[in-house]
C-alpha cells in the first residue's frame, strides 16, 4: 500500500478539524495555515475548544512547502477573498505540488428517473440505514459522520455512506447528490435519492449504509428559517432509517430542547432518535440580533463533555464517549434480526 500524502490545508478554522483528528487513506495532514487576523496562528488547531493535535496552525508565510505534497483548499466559516489564495497556490504549482480545490465540489451523479423500470414508489433499502441529522449548521455533523463510518470499519463491516461536505470524494465516499439541491419537483428528488439509494446498495453491496443530512431540521424563528429543514424532509420520505443520530448545539437548556426535537421528528416522521451529540458551538442570539446574522460562540471541550452526561448524549472529542457510542450503535443493529450481515 502507498504510503499517504503529506499535505498542507488553508484556509484553517476550527470547523476542518475533522480533517486533521480523523485518518484517510490517500493523505495525512501535516501543516495548516490561516490568515493573521483569524485568531489561529501560533496556536495548536485544537485550542479554540481545548484539545490537542500537535499541529500548530502557521501564518502563510511560515509554510514549509518543501514538507508536502498536496494543497488542499478548503471552504471556511469565515469568508476569504480569492486573491488571498494566489501566493500559495503560486508556490505550490512552483514546486509541482498537486493542489486540490475542496471548495466547490459536490456529487453531479445523473439522476435516473425511468419509471417503466422503477415505477413511482419508495424502493425497500435491504441494508441497514444510518441516518445522521442536525438541527442546522456548526453542530459537529460532519465529525459524527466519520465517527459512524470508524465504528463499522473497525469492527470489519463494509460502508457506503453519503456525506454532507461537496468533497466527500477525497475522503473515499460520496457527497450529497446536487439534484436534491435542483429546481426537479420534491416528489422526483424524493423518489429519485430513493432510487439513488438502492442503487448504490446493490452496487456496492456494503454491509451498512450511512447518509449524512446537509442542513437542519425546522426554523430557529420566523427570521431564521433555517430552510425549513427541507433535504431531511425529502431524505427522510426517501429512505426509512434503522438508526438516527442527531446532532445539535449546545441551548442553556439541553435536555427539554432535546426531548422536544426528538418528539417532533417522532411525530413528523415516524422515526426515533437513537442517539444524541452536542456539539462545541451555541448561537449567540444577542450578537446575532445585532448583526442580522446567525452568530456562534465555540465552546470548550471539557464543558460540552460535563454538559453530555446531564442529558444522556454524547461528545465528538471524548474518546470514552465515542467508545459508548460505538458499543450502543453496533449492538442495536445487531439485535435486528432482518439484517443477517451485522
Known sequence: MAAASRALMYPYDISLLHMIMHKFPDFEIIEVASPNGWGYVGKDAGSKIGIETGIIVKHEQEIEFNQIEKLFLMPSIISLDDKCFRTIIDKAKSLNIEIIDMRNNGNDVCLKRDDKLYGTE???????????????????????????????????????????????????????????????QVTDRILGFNHYIYELSKSENADVIIIGVPGGLMPYS?????????????????????????????????????????????????????????????????????????????????????????????????????????????????????YPTL
Request: charged fraction near 25%; hydrophobic fraction near 35%.
Open 122 to 184: 419508495i424502493k425497500k433499502i435491504d441494508k441497514p440505514v444510518v441516518l445522521v441529522i442536525g438541527t442546522g449548521d456548526r453542530t459537529n455533523k460532519f465529525d459524527i459522520q466519520l465517527i459512524v463510518r470508524e465504528c463499522f470499519q473497525k469492527k470489519g463491516y463494509t460502508v457506503s455512506q453519503i456525506g454532507t461536505k461537496g468533497y466527500c470524494e477525497y475522503l473515499g465516499f460520496h457527497s450529497f447528490p446536487n439534484f436534491m439541491y435542483s429546481n426537479l
Open 222 to 338: 420566523e427570521k431564521y428559517n433555517n430552510d425549513f429543514g427541507y433535504l431531511n424532509f425529502m431524505v427522510s420520505n426517501a429512505v426509512v432509517p434503522d438508526y438516527v443520530v442527531l446532532a445539535t448545539t449546545y441551548v442553556d437548556y439541553n435536555r427539554d430542547y432535546i426531548n422536544a426535537i426528538v418528539d417532533s421528528l417522532r411525530y413528523k416522521y415516524e422515526y426515533d432518535v437513537d442517539a444524541v451529540f452536542i456539539g462545541n458551538s451555541s448561537i449567540n442570539w444577542d450578537v446575532t440580533e445585532s448583526l442580522d446574522t446567525l452568530t456562534y460562540v465555540t465552546l470548550d471541550k471539557n464543558f460540552i463533555d460535563e454538559e453530555v452526561r446531564k442529558c444522556n448524549a454524547y461528545s465528538v472529542y471524548d474518546s470514552d464517549s465515542i467508545k459508548q457510542f460505538s458499543e450502543q450503535l453496533i449492538n442495536t443493529l445487531v439485535g435486528y434480526d432482518n
